[in-house]
């Protein structure tokens, strides 16, 4: 389908550039398809250190011009004494503000302009010429004001002030950051639109052969009179018109009215983890021929429940549901969010076998969740980490009475249409789960929960659900000795969610007969990527309590990479995945976490800055156990041996092996076998003991004798060279998109150095910059945002950004004794 409209003023056809919607139009209609337009471009900023407020900002403020999204505490310096503390990442607070001029044509001035922000981290105040519109406390809800009545038109300059104040610390248990960090929209409509989120799209019937689709639109009128209008929904796959519905309307002045449309679809294509088919939904409104409004909505279609005995199905497919907790930010951006950095994380995940995300514990950037739908993950939609009790001094629960209702139904509204969501949380960890004040907040957040959207579950992260108290060695079951978490018994959930509580798990049907099961948060293990004990099990349990320090053999807060130190109220990679693959009914975990994220290291320790959970390291650097769930959630065929074999001569060191798809592994050292190993029924790995001797291991896979994989570790020799590889060598000069560039220190043969720790400078050429270099290391107090970084283990990373100018970048890597290396990356439209 081509677009034929040709209606648009001149300064909305400037910023719609490059924005393509569906819809068409004749000789005798005129389509409004400048809708939403990006307003991220050419702000001013001010860190607070003047400003008292609005009426204070004078000639003499000092400004720096920037582009939103924008995170101003990464940009700042690692301190112990951070107000934030060690759990916000020891990075600072303060408060911050934006400002922009702009101009509307006077095309425009019947029109109603709206401006939309996407998440404001925290206490956003909002001023239009003047003109106060509101204030938001809750830094990751969405939110958006008409501008319209207080706007400018022509000529004359309009001005857009936002204070932004993350001055009240401790307000978070994670790295936060502050500032505008999710994107900005304009937002122009005939004054006879569609309403802010105002579809609500439900597939109620789905079978192979049909599937049954209703649509709900809100209309809002702003005319000071009564409007007939036809309403059209039209389904399109891709770009093929699929079917369309027509409706009749008048509605008053002034007025909101809600619309139901039904369609029905043959033989629909349905959304799955592994095809994650999506439609889209044009809603267009016409007055007297002329397209007045058009809004567009992507839906997929697809049958799901959770099932008491059988766990998640999906379109009739029992699924388990692998998934991962995600935080929102994207480490050496901090949380300023950006739709390719997001992308190769869940790429990332993705070659490792998750299909589901859990947003923990707030509301997603609309770009995570569009996304999730194009690339299939399951997603679970977490509104709160608290209620109204506090968890750190200046959270979220001081605004709970206030803000909790309008945030909730807002994050309903803006969400419920994305076919990846299966399921809303309505609070992790909850402090007053043990209270009754639990059951009675539960009911009505699910109350709320239900009136916006009926066709998703509802669950809650408790920790646990259920206290059994027993000690897990001897776990029997005895319903005398049952203690049930208030929300889990309020009768408020359609699911009950697990955070850890592992040894529970298996008897949680005795426990809550007839409702699901879902393992919201768990395993809580620990690595620092490329660190081992020469000895696997020298080490079983870290920290083995809150109030003592690291254990002997980790120095400088390292944590060792086999899969074998966890947090007390966890468990290691293996001990749960074991129990979630063994039963039907148990519907699938999210574990904490896939990415490493700034803050919250474990335990509240300096100098570490950021956590240890991660599957993958803050870098996007896979640590072992990343191959151990490849083995298991992928068809990929899996050999992965570790770790380095760069140790002291006659060193004993257990060697670990993550295998799929044969029968044995043989380990060979300089040529001769060390033995073959297969895994036994629970086993998730194998190992062999071997002295060591410089030269190579080599792994051999074979399934009935014959070779499936091999892979080799050679000792390396010192650093001698770097190695620069792009995840992408060509990306689109529209000032958004990253390469992120790998270093890898080698020897002289070309192996890597698993314990070169070089600092590496970076130089850029061309019309882009470095926004970013980080190695992983949670203790590393260098500035993301330098133009050089210590690597970690042989492995760095360095993030680099288009301009708006297509041509060549050339990144080029030195430190100091080693052979520099240089890589180009092309730009284009």
Same mark, same amino acid.
């Given at each position: 389908?081509?677009?034929?409209?040709?209606?648009?003023?001149?300064?909305?056809?400037?910023?719609?550039?490059?924005?393509?919607?569906?819809?068409?139009?004749?000789?005798?209609?005129?389509?409004?398809?400048?809708?939403?337009?990006?307003?991220?471009?050419?702000?001013?900023?001010?860190?607070?250190?003047?400003?008292?407020?609005?009426?204070?900002?004078?000639?003499?403020?000092?400004?720096? @011009?920037?582009?939103?999204?924008?995170?101003?505490?990464?940009?700042?310096?690692?301190?112990?004494?951070?107000?934030?503390?060690?759990?916000?990442?020891?990075?600072?607070?303060?408060?911050?503000?934006?400002?922009?001029?702009?101009?509307?044509?006077?095309? +425009?001035?019947?029109?109603?302009?709206?401006?939309?922000?996407?998440?404001?981290?925290?206490?956003?105040? #909002?001023?239009?010429?003047?003109?106060?519109?509101?204030?938001?406390?809750?830094?990751?809800?969405?939110?958006?004001?008409? #501008?319209?009545?207080?706007?400018?038109?022509?000529?004359?300059?309009?001005?857009?002030?936002?204070?932004?104040?993350?001055?009240?610390?401790?307000?978070?248990?994670?790295?936060?950051?502050?500032?505008?960090?999710?994107?900005?929209?304009?937002?122009?409509?005939?004054?006879?639109?569609?309403?802010?989120?105002?579809?609500?799209?439900?597939?109620?019937?789905?079978?192979?052969?049909?599937?049954?689709?209703?649509?709900?639109?809100?209309?809002?009128?702003?005319?000071?009179?009564?409007?007939?209008?036809?309403?059209? @929904?039209?389904?399109?796959?891709?770009?093929?018109?699929?079917?369309?519905?027509?409706?009749?309307?008048?509605?008053?002045?002034?007025?909101?009215?809600?619309?139901?449309?039904?369609?029905? !679809?043959?033989?629909?294509?349905?959304?799955?983890?592994?095809?994650?088919?999506?439609?889209?939904?044009?809603?267009?409104?016409?007055?007297?021929?002329?397209?007045?409004?058009?809004?567009? @909505?992507?839906?997929?279609?697809?049958?799901?429940?959770?099932?008491?005995?059988?766990?998640? #199905?999906?379109?009739?497919?029992?699924?388990?549901?692998?998934?991962?907790?995600?935080?929102?930010?994207?480490?050496?951006?901090?949380?300023?969010?950006?739709?390719?950095?997001?992308?190769?994380?869940?790429?990332?995940?993705?070659?490792?076998?998750?299909?589901?995300?859990?947003?923990?514990?707030?509301?997603?950037?609309?770009?995570?969740?569009?996304?999730?739908?194009?690339?299939?993950?399951?997603?679970?939609?977490?509104?709160?980490?608290?209620?109204?009790?506090?968890?750190?001094?200046?959270?979220?629960?001081?605004?709970?009475?206030?803000?909790?209702?309008?945030?909730?139904?807002?994050?309903?509204?803006?969400?419920?249409?994305?076919?990846?969501?299966?399921?809303?949380?309505?609070?992790?960890?909850?402090?007053?789960?043990?209270?009754?004040?639990?059951?009675?907040?539960?009911?009505?957040?699910?109350?709320?929960?239900?009136?916006?959207?009926?066709?998703?579950?509802?669950?809650?992260?408790?920790?646990?659900?259920?206290?059994?108290?027993?000690?897990?060695?001897?776990?029997?079951?005895?319903?005398?000795?049952?203690?049930?978490?208030?929300?889990?018994?309020?009768?408020?959930?359609?699911?009950?969610?697990?955070?850890?509580?592992?040894?529970?798990?298996?008897?949680?049907?005795?426990?809550?007969?007839?409702?699901?099961?879902?393992?919201?948060?768990?395993?809580?293990?620990?690595?620092?990527?490329?660190?081992?004990?020469?000895?696997?099990?020298?080490?079983?349990?870290?920290?083995?309590?809150?109030?003592?320090?690291?254990?002997?053999?980790?120095?400088?807060?390292?944590?060792?990479?086999?899969?074998?130190?966890?947090?007390?109220?966890?468990?290691?990679?293996?001990?749960?995945?074991?129990?979630?693959?063994?039963?039907?009914?148990?519907?699938?975990?999210?574990?904490?976490?896939?990415?490493?994220?700034?803050?919250?290291?474990?335990?509240?320790?300096?100098?570490?800055?950021?956590?240890?959970?991660?599957? !993958? +390291?803050?870098?996007?650097?896979?640590?072992?156990?990343?191959?151990?769930?490849?083995?298991?959630?992928?068809?990929?065929?899996?050999?992965?041996?570790?770790?380095?074999?760069?140790?002291?001569?006659?060193?004993?060191?257990?060697?670990?092996?993550?295998?799929?798809?044969?029968?044995?592994?043989?380990?060979?050292?300089?040529?001769?076998?060390?033995?073959?190993?297969?895994?036994?029924?629970?086993?998730?790995?194998?190992?062999?003991?071997?002295?060591?001797?410089?030269?190579?291991?080599?792994?051999?896979?074979?399934?009935?004798?014959?070779?499936?994989?091999?892979?080799?570790?050679?000792?390396?020799?010192?650093?001698?060279?770097?190695?620069?590889?792009?995840?992408?060598?060509?990306?689109?000069?529209?000032?958004?998109?990253?390469?992120?560039?790998?270093?890898?220190?080698? +020897?002289?043969?070309?192996?890597?150095?698993?314990?070169?720790?070089?600092?590496?400078?970076?130089?850029?050429?061309?019309?882009?910059?470095?926004?970013?270099?980080?190695?992983?290391?949670?203790?590393?107090?260098?500035?993301?945002?330098?133009?050089?970084?210590?690597?970690?283990?042989?492995?760095?990373?360095?993030?680099?950004?288009?301009?708006?100018?297509?041509?060549?970048?050339?990144?080029?890597?030195?430190?100091?004794?080693?052979?520099?290396?240089?890589?180009?990356?092309?730009?284009?439209?």
């Amino acid at each position: 389908m081509k677009i034929k409209c040709n209606y648009l003023s001149r300064l909305s056809l400037l910023m719609l550039a490059g924005i393509i919607l569906f819809g068409s139009c004749n000789k005798k209609e005129e389509a409004f398809s400048n809708r939403k337009v990006s307003f991220n471009s050419d702000w001013s900023f001010h860190l607070n250190d003047s400003i008292i407020d609005k009426d204070t900002i004078g000639t003499s403020t000092k400004w720096r @011009t920037l582009d939103l999204p924008h995170d101003w505490s990464i940009e700042g310096k690692f301190d112990e004494k951070s107000p934030a503390g060690y759990g916000g990442g020891s990075l600072t607070g303060g408060s911050g503000w934006y400002k922009k001029t702009f101009k509307i044509s006077s095309q +425009d001035i019947n029109k109603t302009i709206s401006i939309t922000f996407d998440g404001v981290y925290r206490n956003s105040e #909002i001023w239009v010429n003047g003109h106060y519109l509101g204030k938001r406390p809750n830094g990751y809800i969405s939110f958006q004001y008409e #501008i319209s009545p207080y706007l400018n038109y022509g000529e004359k300059s309009n001005e857009i002030i936002v204070k932004v104040d993350n001055s009240k610390q401790p307000n978070s248990r994670w790295y936060s950051g502050s500032g505008i960090f999710r994107n900005v929209w304009l937002e122009t409509t005939d004054k006879l639109h569609v309403a802010k989120w105002g579809t609500y799209i439900t597939t109620p019937k789905v079978t192979a052969e049909k599937a049954s689709v209703n649509f709900e639109t809100n209309i809002q009128n702003q005319y000071a009179a009564s409007k007939k209008a036809v309403i059209t @929904t039209t389904i399109f796959k891709d770009e093929t018109k699929v079917t369309s519905v027509t409706q009749n309307i008048t509605i008053g002045a002034n007025a909101n009215q809600t619309i139901k449309q039904n369609a029905e !679809v043959e033989s629909p294509i349905l959304w799955s983890v592994e095809k994650p088919e999506l439609y889209t939904a044009v809603t267009e409104i016409s007055v007297d021929d002329k397209i007045v409004d058009q809004y567009k @909505t992507n839906f997929g279609i697809r049958d799901f429940k959770f099932d008491v005995n059988k766990g998640f #199905i999906l379109n009739g497919k029992q699924v388990k549901i692998k998934g991962v907790c995600m935080h929102h930010d994207l480490g050496a951006l901090g949380s300023a969010i950006n739709t390719r950095a997001i992308e190769r994380q869940l790429e990332i995940l993705k070659e490792m076998g998750v299909n589901g995300i859990r947003t923990s514990h707030n509301p997603p950037a609309p770009e995570l969740l569009d996304l999730c739908d194009k690339m299939g993950f399951i997603v679970m939609d977490e509104a709160f980490d608290m209620w109204e009790k506090n968890k750190t001094k200046y959270d979220y629960g001081n605004d709970w009475d206030k803000w909790h209702k309008q945030d909730l139904i807002d994050q309903l509204l803006r969400d419920r249409n994305h076919p990846s969501i299966f399921m809303w949380s309505i609070g992790n960890e909850i402090p007053q789960q043990w209270d009754e004040s639990g059951a009675v907040i539960a009911k009505e957040l699910a109350a709320i929960t239900r009136q916006y959207d009926k066709t998703r579950p509802i669950t809650a992260a408790m920790n646990p659900p259920v206290n059994m108290n027993i000690d897990n060695v001897t776990l029997q079951f005895d319903k005398a000795k049952v203690q049930y978490n208030t929300i889990a018994a309020s009768g408020a959930l359609d699911i009950i969610g697990y955070n850890y509580a592992h040894q529970t798990y298996e008897y949680h049907q005795k426990n809550f007969p007839g409702i699901p099961f879902i393992a919201t948060e768990t395993t809580s293990a620990l690595e620092t990527r490329g660190y081992y004990d020469a000895v696997s099990d020298s080490i079983k349990k870290w920290p083995v309590r809150w109030d003592l320090k690291f254990t002997e053999g980790n120095p400088g807060n390292t944590v060792s990479a086999y899969d074998q130190v966890q947090a007390p109220w966890g468990s290691t990679h293996e001990a749960t995945w074991k129990i979630i693959k063994k039963h039907d009914f148990l519907s699938g975990m999210y574990i904490w976490t896939g990415f490493d994220y700034i803050g919250e290291p474990t335990p509240y320790e300096w100098p570490s800055v950021s956590s240890y959970f991660g599957i !993958v +390291d803050l870098a996007g650097f896979p640590k072992d156990v990343y191959y151990m769930y490849q083995s298991e959630w992928t068809d990929k065929t899996v050999l992965h041996v570790y770790p380095h074999w760069n140790w002291k001569a006659g060193q004993t060191v257990d060697i670990w092996a993550y295998y799929n798809n044969a029968d044995e592994v043989e380990l060979f050292v300089n040529g001769k076998s060390a033995g073959k190993r297969s895994k036994k029924v629970d086993d998730l790995h194998v190992m062999w003991k071997i002295p060591f001797q410089p030269g190579t291991l080599k792994a051999v896979s074979r399934k009935n004798g014959k070779t499936v994989l091999e892979k080799e570790i050679k000792t390396a020799g010192n650093p001698s060279q770097l190695k620069l590889t792009a995840d992408r060598s060509t990306i689109k000069a529209d000032k958004n998109d990253l390469s992120f560039v790998t270093v890898d220190i080698l +020897d002289e043969k070309g192996t890597l150095v698993p314990n070169a720790n070089n600092e590496i400078n970076f130089s850029l050429t061309g019309n882009g910059k470095i926004v970013g270099v980080c190695s992983g290391d949670p203790v590393s107090h260098e500035s993301y945002k330098g133009s050089k970084h210590t690597a970690l283990n042989g492995k760095c990373l360095v993030i680099v950004q288009s301009g708006d100018k297509t041509g060549r970048l050339e990144l080029t890597a030195k430190a100091n004794g080693l052979k520099p290396a240089t890589i180009v990356i092309t730009t284009e439209e």
